[in-house]
C-alpha cells in the first residue's frame, strides 16, 4: 500500500500540490487524470523519488520513504518520451538496470541477456533485442521502455503519460495491451494522462486533480456517474451547464422550469449539470427547452447536434440515435433534461 | 550547397555573390596558406627539416604540445562541469556564469595576458608572496598553461550547453530509476551521450589552445627554448628575418589547422549521423 500525506509542492511562487492526500490499493491500476498543470505528473514524480515534497510524507508499505532517492525506492518509471540510451541495443536497454547492480549482486553477464530476452518476450518485441531504439517505431520503443522498467522487479510501476506521444491506433492497441500486462502481473500501476478516455478504459481507479489538489477519488463509474464537482462533471466525459434558479423543487432557466429536482434543495442561484446522452430531442412539451440547431456530425452510432437555447448565446449539446435522418440545422426543437446534477455557482457539489 | 531560394533570384546576381564568396575565399584564405607551404619549402627539404630539428626549435613544438596537453584535459572537466550544471539543475546566478563562459570570447587576449601579469608577476598582488616561495607563474610555464585556459575555456562549454540543454533529463533519471549511480550514470548514459559534441569541443579548443598568440606572448617573456610556443618562435624567427625557418614552424601550425578542419568535418558528419535514424 502507498500512502501519501499532505503532500505540498511549490515551484517558486506556483503552488504545484496543495496538501494532497492518497491512498494506492495493493495491485491496483490507478489513473491521475487533471489538464495541464494540475499537478498530476508533479504528484507521480514524488511517488518516484525524482522530485521531493517541500511537505508532506510518502509511504510504501508503512514505511517512509519521503527522503529516499528514487534509485533506493524500487520504483519503475515509464517516461512520456521513453528516455531510451540511444547508443545501446534494445536488449542492453532492457539489461541495463541488472548490469548497475553491485558486483555482488550483479547477475552474470549470459544472465542479464537471457533475463532481458523473456522480458523482451513478455513485452511482444522478441527479435528485436540487437536493433538500436531508432530503429524501432514509437508504440515499440514504449514496449521497451516497459520492459528495462520492469527488468528490476519494482514494487510499483509509474507511467507519466505513456501513450502521450503516440499516434491514435497505436495508442489504442498499447492501452488494451497494458491492461491485459497488468491483470497477468498484477503490478501496482499508476499513470498520468489528461486523457479521460483514456483513465475511464484503463484504470481501476481515477484520481481527478486540479490546480495542485484532488478533486475527486473514485472507479471510473463513479467519477462519470457521480461528479463531485462541476469540475470533474465537465472534465470527466463531456458535459453542458446551464445557469439555473431554484425555486420550490424545480431548476428554472429563463423563468422557464426546466428541470425537477430529487430531495431537498434551497432556493437560489446554481448551476445544473448534464451529459449530452441524457436529453430528449422532440417537438417540445411544458418542461422543453427551446433548442436551436446550429451544427450536427456524427460521432459513431448517433448524431451530436450543438444548439443555442431559449434565445441565448448559450451552446448545449445533444446526442440523438442515429437511425433516423439528423435535425436539419436552423430547426427548433424542445429539449427536455432526464438527469441531471446541480452543483453550486461556483462548482461545489449541492 | 543546395540552398533553395523562396524568391526567384537573378541569374546573374546568383553568379556574382558566389564569385565574390570564392574570391574572398581564394585571397584571404587560401592564397596565404599556399604562400606559408611555398615559403616554408623555398630553401629545399633539408633546410625545412633542419629549421624543424634545431633545440630551440624542438623545444617551442614540445611546449605547445605540454600546454595543450594540460590545458585541453582541464577544460574538458570545466567544460562538463559548467554545462552539467548549467543545465541540469537551476540555481541562482546561472545566467551571470553562462555571461562569464562566454568572457573569453569578447576580451583580447592581450588583457588577458596583462592582468595575469599584474596579478602573479614580480610587482603584482601575489607577486611578493609568490617569490618568497619560490614560485614562479609568470615568465614561465604556469602563466602560459593558465592564459591558455582563460582562452580556450568557453569552447568546450559552448558546444555541449546546447546539445545537453536539448537532451534533457530524461536519461539520467531513467537511469538513476533503474538502480545507477551517479558515476555510472555519467559513465554509461551522459557521456556516450554528448560524445561527438565533446569530441568536437575538443577539437576546436585544441586547435586554440595551439595557436594562442596574445595571452602567452605577455606572460611567456619569451624565453628562448624555455618559454617560447610554436607561435611565439614563429615571430622571433620572423623579426630576425629568419623567413624560411618562420615559414617551416608557421606551416606545422597550418598544417594542425587543416588537420583539424578534416577532423571537423568528419565529426559533424558523423554527429548529425547519429542524430538521424541508425546507429553511429
Known amino acids: ?29 490507478l489513473a491521475l ?32 520513504v519521503t527522503a529516499l532517492g528514487v534509485a533506493d525506492r524500487k520504483v519503475g518509471f515509464v517516461f512520456q518520451h521513453y528516455a531510451l540510451f540511444k547508443h545501446m541495443t534494445v536488449l542492453d536497454n532492457v539489461g541495463f538496470g541488472l ?32 536493433r538500436y531504439p531508432a530503429q524501432l517505431s514509437g508504440g515499440q520503443r514504449q514496449r521497451v521502455a516497459l520492459a528495462r522498467a520492469l527488468a528490476v522487479e519494482p514494487q510499483l510501476l509509474l507511467l507519466d503519460e505513456p501513450f502521450g506521444a503516440l499516434d491514435a491506433k497505436v495508442r489504442k492497441e498499447l492501452r488494451r495491451w497494458l491492461r491485459q500486462l497488468h491483470e497477468q502481473m498484477g503490478l501496482t500501476s499508476i499513470f498520468v494522462t489528461h486523457d479521460q478516455e ?23 463509474e463513479e467519477v462519470y456517474m457521480t461528479p463531485s464537482s462541476g469540475f470533474v462533471s465537465r472534465f470527466v466525459g463531456d458535459s453542458n451547464s446551464l445557469p439555473v434558479d431554484l425555486f420550490e423543487g424545480s431548476a428554472y432557466f429563463h423563468e422557464r422550469p426546466i428541470y425537477r429536482l430529487s430531495g431537498e434543495t434551497g432556493n437560489g442561484g446554481a448551476r445544473l449539470d448534464f451529459r449530452p446522452h441524457d436529453v430528449v430531442l422532440d417537438a417540445g412539451g411544458a418542461d422543453a427547452l427551446p433548442l436551436l440547431v446550429t451544427g450536427v456530425y456524427r460521432r459513431g452510432g ?46 461545489a457539489p449541492q | 550547397m543546395s540552398v533553395s531560394v523562396p524568391f526567384r533570384g537573378d541569374r546573374m546576381v546568383r553568379i556574382a555573390l558566389t564569385l565574390a564568396a570564392t574570391a574572398f575565399v581564394a585571397l584571404f584564405l587560401l592564397l596565404p596558406l599556399i604562400a606559408v607551404f611555398v615559403e616554408a619549402l623555398s630553401k629545399g627539404v633539408a633546410v625545412f627539416v633542419a629549421a624543424l630539428t634545431e633545440p630551440d626549435a624542438l623545444a617551442a613544438i614540445k611546449l605547445t604540445l605540454l600546454v595543450a596537453g594540460i590545458s585541453v584535459p582541464l577544460n574538458v572537466i570545466f567544460g562538463i562541469c559548467a ?78 550547453i546546447p546539445l545537453m540543454a536539448e537532451q534533457g533529463r530524461d536519461d539520467e533519471e531513467a537511469a538513476l530509476s533503474l538502480g545507477a549511480g551517479g558515476l555510472q550514470t555519467f559513465l554509461r548514459v551522459t557521456l556516450p551521450n554528448i560524445r561527438w559534441g565533446l569530441l568536437y569541443g575538443v577539437l576546436l579548443c585544441n586547435a586554440r589552445a595551439m595557436g594562442e598568440f596574445g595571452a602567452v606572448s605577455v606572460v611567456s617573456g619569451h624565453l628562448r627554448g624555455l618559454t617560447n610556443t610554436m607561435p611565439l618562435h614563429v615571430e622571433i624567427l620572423y623579426n630576425e628575418y629568419n623567413f624560411t625557418a618562420a615559414f617551416a614552424v608557421a606551416s606545422l601550425l597550418a598544417l594542425l589547422a587543416l588537420l583539424t578542419l578534416v577532423l571537423k568535418s568528419t565529426l559533424e558528419w558523423k554527429f548529425d549521423y547519429s542524430h538521424g535514424s541508425v546507429r553511429h
Open chain 1, 99 to 130: 548490469s548497475v547492480r553491485p558486483r555482488k549482486e550483479r547477475p552474470p553477464k549470459a544472465k542479464i541477456r537471457s533475463r532481458a530476452r523473456e522480458l523482451l518476450e513478455l513485452v511482444q518485441l522478441g527479435g528485436l533485442g540487437d
Open chain 1, 33 to 64: 487524470l487533471g489538464p495541464s498543470g494540475s499537478g498530476k505528473t508533479t504528484l507521480l514524480r514524488i511517488m518516484a523519488g525524482l522530485a521531493f515534497p517541500d511537505q508532506g510524507q510518502v509511504r510504501f508499505h508503512g514505511e517512509d
Open chain 1, 1 to 29: 500500500m502507498i500512502a501519501l500525506h499532505n503532500i505540498s509542492k511549490r515551484f517558486g511562487t506556483f503552488a504545484a500540490l496543495n496538501g494532497v492526500d492518497l491512498t494506492v490499493r495493493d495491485g491496483e491500476f
Open chain 2, 83 to 160: 554545462a552539467w550544471a548549467i543545465t541540469k539543475f537551476d540555481f541562482p546566478g546561472k545566467s551571470l556564469l553562462i555571461t562569464f563562459i562566454d568572457l573569453p570570447f569578447s576580451v583580447s587576449p592581450v588583457v588577458v595576458g596583462l592582468v595575469y601579469v599584474l596579478l602573479f608577476g614580480a610587482q603584482g598582488w601575489f607577486g611578493p608572496w609568490l617569490i618568497e616561495h619560490g614560485i614562479r607563474i609568470i615568465f614561465a610555464v604556469p602563466g602560459i598553461v593558465m592564459a591558455t585556459v582563460f582562452v580556450t575555456f568557453p569552447f568546450i562549454a559552448r558546444e555541449l
Open chain 1, 198 to 220: 483514456e483513465a475511464l478504459e484503463l484504470a481501476d481507479r481515477v484520481v481527478v486533480m486540479e490546480q495542485g489538489t484532488i478533486e475527486q477519488v473514485g472507479s471510473p
Open chain 1, 302 to 347: 448517433s448524431w451530436r447536434v450543438e444548439g443555442t437555447v431559449d434565445g441565448s448565446s448559450r451552446i448545449v449539446e445533444v446526442d440523438v440515435v442515429a437511425d433516423a435522418a439528423p435535425p436539419a440545422i436552423g430547426s427548433r426543437l424542445g429539449l427536455s433534461i432526464k438527469r441531471a446534477r446541480l452543483f453550486a455557482a461556483n462548482g
